[in-house]
Nanobody
Framework: QVQLVESVGGLVQAGGSLRLACEVSGVAFTRYVTGWFRQVPGKEWEFVPVTDRYRRSSYADYVEGRFNSSRDSAKNKVYLQIYRLNSEDTAVYYC???????????????????WGQGTQVTVSS
């Protein structure tokens, strides 16, 4: 059974930083592309980063260098470090994984087979 379990996000002050973690089980982790999406209720899904099996990361344009995605194959974990948080980062963040994503499809949520339960991140001003 495939499971993706995110760490708790929480309430963070604007300007601060936060690291989210996602533990992936039930798959051959090193063969999968992993990534993060986020969503604000009533708005479209936003792709954040993806990291391929060679640990190469690709980021959405709006990230502007504030996000860093990494993965630890020994622990089957994926991480998302966010710096200089602002109110627009308030969202539910989801960890995703898929074995067959190609980079041209990386921003399409429907292309990912496996999703975590989501974790709320709220940025206070």
């Amino acid at each position: 059974q495939v499971q993706l379990v995110e760490s708790v996000g929480g309430l963070v002050q604007a300007g601060g930083s936060l690291r989210l973690a996602c533990e992936v089980s039930g798959v051959a982790f090193t063969r999968y592309v992993t990534g993060w999406f986020r969503q604000v209720p009533g708005k479209e899904w936003e792709f954040v980063p993806v990291t391929d099996r060679y640990r190469r990361s690709s980021y959405a344009d709006y990230v502007e260098g504030r996000f860093n995605s990494s993965r630890d194959s020994a622990k089957n974990k994926v991480y998302l470090q966010i710096y200089r948080l602002n109110s627009e980062d308030t969202a539910v963040y989801y960890c995703v994984a898929d074995a067959n994503i190609i980079m041209s499809s990386r921003s399409m949520p429907a292309k990912y087979d496996y999703w975590g339960q989501g974790t709320q991140v709220t940025v206070s001003s």
